[in-house]
């Protein structure tokens, strides 16, 4: 296939050299992108006088039928060309002649593929918004079977006090609703079209770019050519965003793997999403789980490709850039699929309410509202702190727990202990009087499920 910048050159691209050049094989995913910024740029140079009314029906009927047989199998691409644009452009001017080639006047493939990049991110950015959506979903649904089921929480991975599971859940899902408002408020600077920046000065045709930036219905046009045609802060800020979002998938994934280990047996997930050992009979692996937390390091990896090669690139467009595309296209191909499994997974898998229950109460998590209660009825802080700690290392030396110590045993560090102190430390009454917003009493993880569900 003829190269589209043919005429200076003599001698053709060595075949090594071409492969190396070529992008068609990762940029292809964008042929609807391209097509649709095609035709709007050739209604925009009808509408301006610039090419005649024949010629882009002519283009419209053609990229229409181009769009219909790549989605057909009809057209198969060719992986001689150099990328998606020159092979959708040469397919064009095989079908209708002339008129395909003035598809390209007062357009560079410059502004083409900073729009068609930012075309197909848009449509990415809403189905990752719609499958975190799903997993908000899952979470919640979870979390309302599960809001009064006690378990310890945990800080520096020491029990600590209790919580709900669902609260628990919850949790996540809070970071799951950040990470689409990111996306959100990154859709603003995505929506804007580079089209008519041309190479990198413009051009010298009377174009109409908020007529081509409409037909696209993106917001708004880029304001400064070099600019738009050098810029990739909206790839490298979805960059950063699916970074985040497979940290926190990871943080979850790596409380999964701890939870279904023998040593908590907090949950166990359904077969469908653990596997087994080649040599080992007894073993149920969360090798889905494990996955996930593995494959952030690409995603942050991809991350880091993409800031590194625009950190030393001077105006405007080099082609170092042509890297963007597999870096960003394997961070969405992997978080959505990331995604896709974590819904099920979570959907699927069994609480074990008895154990993290006995992991409460083993834990003396109601130590605070132990102290708590001599607040209530006058003692500084401290040393109501210091008294329950006196109290914890006699039930560490008589092995037992808070809620079965004896009341003259409390009485010896205290007399302010009446019988009531057993209501007050009683893991369910602990969690019913959490009653600060945000909490982890029941009451308060039906209030953040209201709140997520009015969100949604």
Request: proline residues 2%; negative net charge.
């Amino acid at each position: 296939m003829e190269k589209i910048w043919a005429g200076r050159f003599k001698n053709q691209l060595d075949e090594k050299a071409n492969d190396f050049n070529s992008s068609i094989r990762i940029d292809c995913r964008m042929f609807r992108q391209d097509i649709a910024g095609s035709l709007a740029h050739a209604a925009m140079l009808a509408a301006k006088g610039i090419i005649s009314s024949d010629d882009a029906l002519a283009i419209t009927d053609g990229l229409g039928g181009i769009l219909e047989d790549l989605e057909s199998g009809a057209l198969v691409i060719d992986y001689n060309a150099e990328d998606i644009h020159s092979f959708v452009e040469a397919e064009l001017t095989r079908r209708i002649g002339d008129a395909g080639k003035r598809l390209h006047t007062a357009r560079s493939r410059n502004d083409q593929v900073a729009l068609d990049l930012r075309l197909y991110l848009l449509e990415e950015n809403r189905e990752l918004i719609l499958r975190l959506k799903n997993l908000i979903d899952a979470l919640s649904q979870k979390a309302e079977e599960h809001k009064a089921t006690i378990m310890p929480g945990y800080t520096h991975l020491q029990r600590a006090q209790p919580i709900t599971f669902g609260h628990h859940l919850l949790a996540y899902a809070m970071m799951f609703l950040r990470d689409i408002e990111r996306l959100r408020e990154g859709q603003k600077r995505l929506n804007i079209s580079p089209l008519g920046s041309c190479a990198l000065a413009g051009t010298t045709y009377d174009i109409d770019r908020d007529l081509t930036a409409g037909l696209l219905n993106m917001e708004n046009i880029t304001i400064n050519s070099l600019d738009a045609v050098s810029d990739r802060d909206f790839c490298l800020e979805i960059a950063a965003v699916l970074a985040m979002i497979m940290m926190h998938l990871s943080r979850f994934a790596e409380e999964i793997i701890l939870w279904s280990s023998w040593e908590f047996k907090f949950v166990e997930l359904d077969d469908g999403f653990a596997t087994g050992s080649s040599i080992m009979p007894q073993k149920k692996n969360p090798d889905i789980a494990e996955l996930v937390r593995g494959k952030t390091g690409r995603v942050y990896g991809n991350l880091l490709s993409l800031l590194t090669q625009m950190k030393g690139l001077p105006l405007a467009y080099n082609k170092d850039m042509q890297e963007d595309k597999e870096a960003i296209f394997d961070s969405l191909d992997t978080v959505k699929a990331c995604l896709a499994l974590f819904c099920p997974m979570i959907g699927t898998m069994q609480v074990l309410k008895d154990n993290m229950q006995k992991a409460a109460q083993d834990g003396f998590l109601n130590a605070t509202d132990c102290a708590d209660y001599l607040v209530k009825k006058g003692l500084p802080f401290r040393t109501a702190y210091k008294i329950t700690g006196e109290l914890v290392a006699v039930c560490l030396e008589q092995k037992t727990i808070l809620e079965k110590l004896p009341i003259a045993e409390y009485q010896k560090q205290s007399e302010l202990f009446e019988e009531d102190v057993f209501a007050a430390i009683d893991l369910n009454q602990c969690l019913k009087n959490r009653i600060s917003a945000g909490g982890s009493s029941p009451a308060s993880v039906e209030q953040q499920l209201e709140f997520i569900r009015t969100l949604l």
